[in-house]
């Protein structure tokens, strides 16, 4: 007879997580963002298809600008009024979902889900 607890690791196991792909260059990148909010909690904004960024992370503003450089998503940004600075981030997407992870890919990651406007 199995284990009660093995038992239940098999009829409850989580789903394998969502692969992400890597966006590989500026046109498909504008194609993902084009005519859609990215949103997680508490946060809301538009990264349009001509670099600029703006909406509302935690009920403040937030501005910027991007620009594609080297297959990264380099970026300023300024939420309610202090500047987070430059930062090139590597740009992954999966099921309607799409990931910005800092330092090329070697810092931290946000993931924001991709919503029609």
Known sequence: ???????????????????????????????????????RPLVRLEVTTDGEIRGTGAAWPVEGNWVWKDGYFCRDLIWGGSDLGYNCQEVRVSDGKIRFTSDRGAGEFADFRLRLD
């Open 1 to 39: 007879m199995l284990p009660r607890i093995f038992l239940c690791s098999i009829l409850f196991a989580a789903p394998a997580a969502a692969e992400y792909a890597r966006v590989e260059d500026a046109q498909s990148f504008r194609a993902l963002v084009a005519g859609k909010t990215l949103t």
